[in-house]
């Protein structure tokens, strides 16, 4: 393919026109297609299926060491859920609360009890203090800003990089004593696939922070979710915080809602002794408990990590289907210059950069061709995008056919809108 | 049997020389026995047993409307499970979240919204504002009060009577605008069993605040949870309230925790159309979204509110047997003039007023005896009964034989305790 920006400006005007045919001619069908959406399909969800059949009653609804979880009790999590999920991601059981269905509740109730309580490192609640303000990697989770820019931080944007955040950025502004914290998906990360590299993880871990307080939110939202052949290595932070002194700094989420069912998984927080000892504190006062049995009913399900990557080998292999059907329709864009395309080895999503600057002008050609793209922006706090470029591919949700199609009109606006850039210069 | 106070010197010492001699044989026995436990018995939970053998998989994980309850979505709660807690409530399901297995963490987490937020009648967060304070009314349920314990609030105490609070007081008390709200559980109240007459419920709603973004926590715990014949009624506070133009006022509680399984419950709050936007626009900041195909589990389990009422029967019946032969052997005391007890038609709770003021006394003596009850205190504010008076009596967990033996150890040291007190004046 050629670089558009070699192309005379008849060439382009008559690619355009060319393009734009295409373009009607697909408006016309009336459809109705939507890449926006971070969730699986129904096939996806039918591989879990077997989990809602169990019979949970009598034998299976007590823990190992005889505890009947129909019952109240249990605060942190039964024991056989803490290793299972340790043996998964390397932690320590002792370190992990399992809790109900949700890990951005977990985020967001740590913060909240952060801003009324303060944590184990602070001087006083942090809504006591004015002027906070937070990291955030963008592109990245909208979800995860939402949360600091409700709580009333002022977020700060620092970019995302193959190796993981601009780390000479994030070292220069955690300097800040007001600056409270960073939101990572260290992982496959939500948006770009990215997995954080071993310096970026020692960086992190060991940088000088102004604020005694912060803290490092850990979202492993895709540790096991590597959907081919190839899986990228995740450098242990707590192995790397505990060395330099900082082990207090790291909340390490997870769950099961991208492993089994988004809403009736397991979610768990990981933290070190001093943290989790804080965390029961509060927790204890919030609940009596989280939902023991959904926590066995997974156990029993999996019985074994060896069962849980089996698991995951099938839900990849689904979803790598989806990836595929992406990746080769953006293939047409290969050589134009006018956008870049992450191609992660796992997670959920595809980022997809507009080079020109026009993401807002292809949104509004998808979305008048009648199909859904995630908002403009939505990768970026307080939903702006500086540079116009961003834009999140989620292939998970759409059947083949209609991801298919869809792709193939986002390649198509995709280069309308270079051209019309390329023309109004 | 015989007043107490009447009794010569000689015939009290001889008296408790007998209990003594009784009380040392119980001792010697070494018993291990537990009174203290507001939490159902593994032959009440058998009785919920059907709800964990569902296959929720399916057809059955969706909503009649046809959403795939596997997947995100649906904040506020599957709208099966608004109707089915709506028609048992009295309420209207619009105005009805239904959540995760906690009531408690919904109040929770209702109060640190206000904390860090306000409400949606609140001119700054509450954690601006000093000095803050919040009635409990007492002997109430120490998990409530620990909650604005910890929040920093001064914990006012008003006397629980049989008709409700204290109005006289609670009115008193809500003038001071630093008074942000009040404790309640409206019918079978924690740890009295009381029913709030009508009056009371209207003077709540209707009182005049000093602050404008007063709030009643009306935990509607025991809603369903008569155990014989014989039920109260308890008023709509929402219809008071809204009278008065004060249905801001109300957060109201309620869950499946004892009627079902109290580890994997259903939890809702409910409230005014305000109260449940100001809600959502900050909860669906906290999560996607609770488990909702156990909120499902339970419209298969149930399916209708006769269905609900009719595993009521059961379980009050099963709960029967566990208070009659608490309240037989507490007979035993009648005439004595040395203590007074409840005698509830429903709820989970007797509440045990020791009249001499010896209930840390009677603790000892129990615990001495290898039988523990609910910590002295705990039913006060801060954990510290003024009068030393009140014990809660929790006879469901028990198994029949230990709990007609724990209660008439109870019984021989309130007499003990009595005498001893009398001996020593």
């Not at 295409?22 to 069908?29: E, G, V």
């Not at 409270?180 to 020692?202: A, F, H, L, M, Q």
């Not at 009648?370 to 292939?395: F, H, M, Q, S």
């Amino acid at each position: 393919m050629k670089n558009y920006h070699k192309l005379s400006r008849k060439e382009a005007e008559e690619l355009y026109s060319d393009l734009l045919a295409k373009y009607n001619s697909y408006k016309s069908r009336g459809l109705s297609l939507d890449l926006s959406r971070g969730k699986p399909n129904s096939d996806q969800l039918d591989i879990s299926d077997g989990l809602l059949s169990i019979d949970m009653s009598r034998e299976l609804s007590k823990t190992l060491e005889g505890f009947d979880c129909r019952n109240y009790g249990i605060l942190d999590g039964v024991p056989e859920a803490k290793h299972l999920f340790g043996d998964l991601l390397g932690l320590n059981p002792d370190n992990i609360i399992v809790a109900g269905n949700s890990s951005l509740q977990l985020m967001y109730d740590a913060l909240m009890r952060a801003m009324v309580f303060g944590t184990c490192d602070s001087k006083t609640p942090w809504c006591r203090e004015n002027g906070l303000k937070w990291i955030c990697v963008a592109p990245g989770y909208d979800r995860h800003f939402k949360i600091t820019e409700d709580l009333g931080f002022e977020l700060l944007t620092v970019k995302m990089t193959e190796s993981g955040p601009d780390m000479d950025e994030v070292e220069r502004l955690a300097l800040d004593p007001k600056v409270k914290g960073i939101w990572c998906v260290p992982k496959y990360s939500n948006p770009t696939g990215n997995t954080y590299s071993d310096e970026t993880v020692r960086r992190l871990a060991s940088m000088k922070c102004g604020a005694h307080d912060f803290r490092i939110m850990w979202d492993n939202a895709y540790a096991i979710h590597a959907f081919g052949d190839k899986d990228d290595e995740l450098l242990d932070i707590f192995a790397e915080a505990e060395k330099c002194g900082n082990q207090n700094r790291v909340l390490y989420f997870a769950s099961t809602s991208k492993v089994t069912l988004p809403g009736s998984g397991v979610a768990i927080v990981a933290a070190s002794d001093d943290n989790i000892a804080e965390i029961k504190r509060h927790m204890g006062t919030q609940t009596i408990g989280y939902d023991k049995i959904n926590q066995l009913r997974h156990v029993e399900y999996f019985k074994s990590i060896e069962n849980v990557m089996k698991h995951m080998k099938k839900l990849g292999a689904a979803i790598k289907v989806k990836f595929d059907i992406t990746l080769n329709a953006l293939s047409i864009l290969d050589g134009l210059e006018i956008a870049k395309w992450t191609k992660p080895y796992g997670g959920y999503f595809i980022s997809l950069d507009i080079t020109l600057g026009s993401a807002a002008r292809v949104y509004e050609l998808m979305k008048n061709a009648g199909v859904t793209l995630t908002k403009v922006g939505a990768t970026y706090p307080y939903g702006k995008d500086p540079e116009d470029k961003n834009l999140r591919i989620a292939p998970t949700y759409p059947k083949d056919t209609d991801l298919a199609l869809a792709c193939e009109i986002l390649t198509l606006t995709v280069r309308m809108s270079a051209l019309e850039k390329i023309l109004s210069t």
